[in-house]
C-alpha cells in the first residue's frame, strides 16, 4: 500500500521561510515521481514542484520558481519542499502525491495522494 505523510505546515508571517516534509512508503521512491500541489481557498488545485530523484529530474510551476525547492532523501524516504519568501498568496492545503511513472509532468495522473498540511502566510 502506498503511504504519503505531509507534515511541516503551520502559521508564517509574509517573507518567511517554512520546510514541508512527506514521508513515503509502499513504492520505489528514487524511480517514482513525487510531487506537491496546493490548493487556496476558491481556487483550483495546482502543482508546485516535483522530483525524481533517481534521474534529477525537477519540475517547478513557474510562479514558484526560484523561491521554492523542491529535494529529496533517498535514505529516509522523504521529499521535501522548502518555502522561502512567503506571499499571502501562498496561503493554501499543500499535497504531496506520487507516480510510479518516473517522469515530472503535471499531465501526469498522479494515483497516490497524502493528506493536506495548511500553511498560512499572514502580511
Known amino acids: 500500500e502506498v503511504q504519503l505523510q505531509a507534515s511541516g505546515g503551520g502559521l508564517v508571517q509574509a517573507g518567511g521561510s517554512l520546510r514541508l516534509s512527506c514521508a513515503v512508503s509502499?513504492?520505489?521512491?528514487?524511480?517514482?515521481?513525487i510531487a506537491w500541489f496546493r490548493q487556496a481557498p476558491g481556487k483550483e488545485r495546482e502543482g508546485v514542484a516535483c522530483?525524481?530523484?533517481?534521474?534529477?529530474?525537477?519540475v517547478y510551476s513557474d510562479s514558484m520558481k526560484g523561491r521554492f525547492t523542491i529535494a529529496s532523501d533517498n535514505a529516509k524516504n522523504t521529499v521535501y519542499l522548502q518555502m522561502n519568501s512567503l506571499k499571502s498568496e501562498d496561503t493554501a492545503v499543500y499535497y504531496c502525491?506520487?507516480?510510479?511513472?518516473?517522469?515530472?509532468?503535471?499531465?501526469?495522473?498522479?494515483?497516490?495522494w497524502g493528506q493536506g498540511t495548511l500553511v498560512t502566510v499572514s502580511s
Open positions: 502525491a506520487a507516480d510510479r511513472t518516473p517522469l515530472c509532468s503535471w499531465h501526469v495522473k498522479f494515483d497516490h
Open positions: 509502499g513504492l520505489t521512491f528514487g524511480n517514482s515521481a
Open positions: 522530483i525524481v530523484s533517481d534521474n534529477d529530474d525537477t
